[in-house]
């Protein structure tokens, strides 16, 4: 059984195009988070949701909203997309807002054309 | 301005060598240092963590070693084998701070046979 799932895996799309990205866990786990890394590797925290509220909330282009159902799901939602938005993008989650470990789903890799 | 730099930015290292990165941060209030590991194609996983209250941490054959005065931490790979290969990226967090993992650039480490 996949702990952190993501949909689609590989997301090809034009530039303008409004795109979502799906994120689900099967752990229990209530607090959930996107990242972004970039063409060089480099990782940098999105968001993060607690039992559907918005903890954190980085320095994103208002284009990029998070969506968080239920505590099991948090979507990303992208408006407009730019070819700089062009990254894998990792969703993941954790046990409580304090907890050190974080269980990272297989990502998705959007392309921006 | 990155918080946690890390080098180098890629090793490469004969089967049965060690293998070692170096991380340096600023923040202060950092009080967790992980280490994941992430393979081609797949999501970071913790690999070992440190507290900055402990001076080294053993798991295997994976070695944290921290000097809180220089503001710097390590992950040492002794004995590396081919299924080593993979990136490490070393990350520091703030408890204060909502655990807001920071990561450093990551190390893409290839084990040679």
């Known amino acids: 059984d996949t702990a952190v799932s993501q949909t689609p895996k590989y997301l090809v799309t034009q530039m303008g195009n409004d795109k979502s990205i799906k994120c689900e866990q099967n752990l229990g786990h209530d607090t959930m988070y996107w990242y972004k890394q970039d063409s060089k590797k480099f990782l940098k925290i999105m968001f993060s949701?607690?039992?559907?509220?918005?903890?954190i909330n980085e320095t994103v282009p208002n284009r990029f909203s998070p969506k968080s159902p239920d505590k099991a799901h948090l979507n990303l939602h992208i408006n407009s997309l730019e070819l700089g938005d062009s990254a894998v993008y990792f969703c993941?989650?954790?046990?409580?807002?304090?907890?050190?470990?974080?269980?990272f789903g297989p990502g998705t890799r959007l392309t921006v054309t | 301005q990155q918080q946690v730099k890390q080098s180098p930015q890629s090793l490469i290292v004969q089967k049965g060598g060690i293998s070692i990165i170096n991380c340096a941060y600023e923040n202060t209030a950092f009080d967790y240092f992980p280490w994941y590991q992430q393979f081609p194609g797949k999501g970071p996983a913790l690999l070992i963590a440190?507290?900055?209250?402990?001076s080294e941490k053993k798991e295997g054959r994976f070695t944290i070693s921290f000097n809180k005065s220089a503001k710097q931490f390590s992950l040492h790979i002794m004995d590396s084998q081919p299924g080593d290969s993979a990136t490490y990226f070393c990350a520091a967090s703030e408890e204060a701070a909502g655990n807001k993992l920071t990561f450093g650039g990551g190390t893409r480490v290839l084990v040679k046979p």
């Open positions: 949701y607690n039992n559907k509220e918005l903890i």
């Open positions: 993941a989650s954790s046990q409580g807002v304090l907890a050190y470990e974080q269980y």
């Open positions: 440190i507290r900055p209250d402990v």
